[in-house]
């Protein structure tokens, strides 16, 4: 779950670097493809919860069942922020697929900025590389 996430925000980032590198020199905003992200990460949670399950259900004796439940701490809280990073993901991302006008990187305030399709291919200047 945890290397899921971490190419998951990896990934956002460089979409940004591609996605600022084509809006200076095109003057266009990109499009992504299709995420699956969150069906993805529920994926992993379901195959997590029903390891957890099997685990309990292995118990020996009824006694243990409190230490197991309480042993659920830090997996649990480590699910809640990678679930909350994983929704900040998901939000930033969808909010490429729909171009609006923007003031914030143009000249010109009232400028509606032309959309194409992200092919994978951006070549990054010598700045962004680094």
């Given at each position: 779950?945890?290397?899921?996430?971490?190419?998951?925000?990896?990934?956002?980032?460089?979409?940004g670097?591609?996605?600022?590198?084509?809006l200076?020199?095109?003057r266009?905003?990109?499009?992504?493809?299709?995420?699956?992200?969150?069906?993805?990460f529920?994926?992993?949670?379901?195959?997590?919860?029903?390891?957890?399950?099997?685990?309990?259900?292995?118990?020996d004796?009824?006694?243990?069942?409190?230490?197991?439940?309480?042993?659920?701490?830090?997996?649990l809280?480590?699910?809640?922020?990678?679930?909350?990073e994983i929704?900040?993901?998901?939000?930033g991302?969808?909010?490429?697929?729909?171009?609006?006008?923007?003031?914030?990187?143009?000249?010109?305030?009232?400028e509606?900025?032309?959309?194409?399709?992200?092919?994978?291919?951006?070549?990054?200047s010598?700045?962004?590389?680094?």
């Amino acid at each position: 779950m945890h290397l899921f996430v971490l190419y998951e925000l990896t990934s956002a980032v460089q979409w940004g670097v591609y996605c600022d590198e084509v809006l200076e020199r095109e003057r266009q905003r990109l499009r992504p493809h299709e995420s699956h992200c969150a069906q993805n990460f529920a994926l992993i949670l379901a195959v997590l919860a029903i390891l957890f399950l099997f685990g309990l259900l292995s118990l020996d004796h009824i006694s243990d069942l409190p230490l197991a439940v309480s042993s659920l701490a830090v997996p649990l809280t480590a699910v809640l922020v990678h679930s909350l990073e994983i929704k900040a993901r998901v939000e930033g991302h969808s909010k490429w697929r729909q171009p609006q006008l923007t003031s914030e990187f143009t000249e010109y305030p009232k400028e509606r900025l032309p959309t194409k399709m992200f092919d994978g291919a951006v070549d990054l200047s010598k700045k962004r590389e680094s």
